[in-house]
């Protein structure tokens, strides 16, 4: 029996050493991609290196989830009317005449009776104080809500995707909600770029900048950056009274929002890793690589080395001091703090932005 206790002994050491190196890197942040979706509640032995990716959404649920949203914020009035500004006679869901043309209205709104699109067309190309006038003749039109329905899921899904898929390169590797959030403002506002001024004489800024940034953080997949430029177009309405775009704006916001926390509690996490003094996970998978002939005396040493806390920790009857340095607190943080400041920042530009005319 003496014989076979260092042969068993030496087999509960591999076996476990295997259990142990397999539970410690598979939730090191950073080494599983799963879990990289989120913050580990597990002792960590690496901080990650790379960034926090989230689940692409798909073009079903990007659009269902859109027209939900579009619903609420634009309302589903069944007379024409006019929104104010410089919009033109809208109809149904945001379906804006003063941005069409005629054979668009006839072909989008073909289930209408022929008097009806007579009386729409004199409503082409009208807006602002022009689809002013014309409003109290439209009022008294009686729009269906199935048509109204059916045209804006059909223009949802042929015209808005696609030209939110065009004016935002890759937008379609983000999560369902940012996308959503894009598509909103692409139904809202256009696709109408701009063009940068000359920044050594320019004193303010164009109307359109954002959506100049947004092309670059959506290339980036910078989801901060698109939630702060989403907050920063609001000075666009601030003093002209339509609060109805600032809440469009808000709303916008609010589905990035979670995204927004979830990668500033990776991002403190990390930091707190790092400053825990543990190495890289790319440093810490070389090494593993390196130590490959030695493997299995390195999964010994693990298992003994956490032998000897567990038995440290008991004998005190709570953590031994040095313990803190080497296991990060399971503790999660309830708070995160306010959002990271932009000011002097690549966000927004260090002097006022003032709004053109234009």
Not at 194 to 205: F, H, I, Q, T, Y
Request: charged share 25%; net charge positive; proline share 6%.
């Amino acid at each position: 029996m003496r014989r076979d206790k260092p042969h068993f002994r030496r087999t509960w050491f591999s076996l476990a050493a295997i259990g142990c190196l397999h539970l410690t890197f598979l939730h090191a942040p950073g080494i599983s991609g799963a879990l990289a979706q989120s913050v580990s509640a597990e002792p960590a032995t690496c901080w990650p290196t790379g960034t926090l990716t989230f689940d692409a959404g798909t073009r079903e649920a990007v659009l269902e989830r859109s027209a939900d949203f579009l619903i609420a914020a634009e309302d589903l009035p069944t007379h024409p009317y006019w929104p104010g500004g410089e919009s033109g006679i809208t109809m149904g869901v945001g379906w804006d005449l003063g941005q069409h043309s005629e054979s668009e209205l006839l072909r989008a709104w073909a289930a209408l009776d022929l008097t009806t699109l007579g009386q729409l067309k004199i409503a082409i190309h009208k807006r602002g104080h022009d689809a002013e006038v014309l409003a109290p003749r439209l009022k008294a039109i009686a729009v269906p809500r199935n048509i109204s329905l059916s045209v804006f899921r059909t223009s949802l899904a042929d015209a808005y995707y696609p030209m939110t898929l065009r004016l935002f390169p890759r937008v379609e590797t983000l999560p369902a909600e940012v996308q959503v959030a894009l598509l909103s403002l692409v139904f809202n506002r256009g696709v109408l770029l701009g063009r940068d001024p000359d920044w050594s004489k320019a004193k303010e800024l164009d109307r359109r900048w954002e959506i100049r940034r947004l092309q670059d953080d959506v290339k980036q997949r910078d989801l901060f950056a698109i939630y702060v430029h989403l907050g920063t177009m609001k000075r666009l309405w601030e003093k002209s009274g339509q609060r109805g775009l600032l809440y469009r704006r808000r709303d916008e916001q609010h589905l990035i929002r979670p995204y927004v926390d979830r990668e500033l509690l990776w991002e403190e996490n990390r930091d707190k890793l790092k400053a825990a003094g543990l190495p890289s996970c790319t440093k810490l998978l070389e090494h593993m690589n390196e130590e490959r002939p030695h493997k299995r005396h390195l999964k010994a040493k693990l298992v003994l080395w956490r032998l000897r806390v567990v038995r440290a920790e008991t004998a005190r009857g709570g953590p031994i001091p040095g313990t803190a340095l080497l296991l990060i607190s399971k503790r999660r943080t309830k708070n995160i703090g306010e959002l990271r400041t932009c000011r002097n920042s690549k966000f927004i530009p260090r002097s006022a932005p003032k709004v053109s005319g234009a």
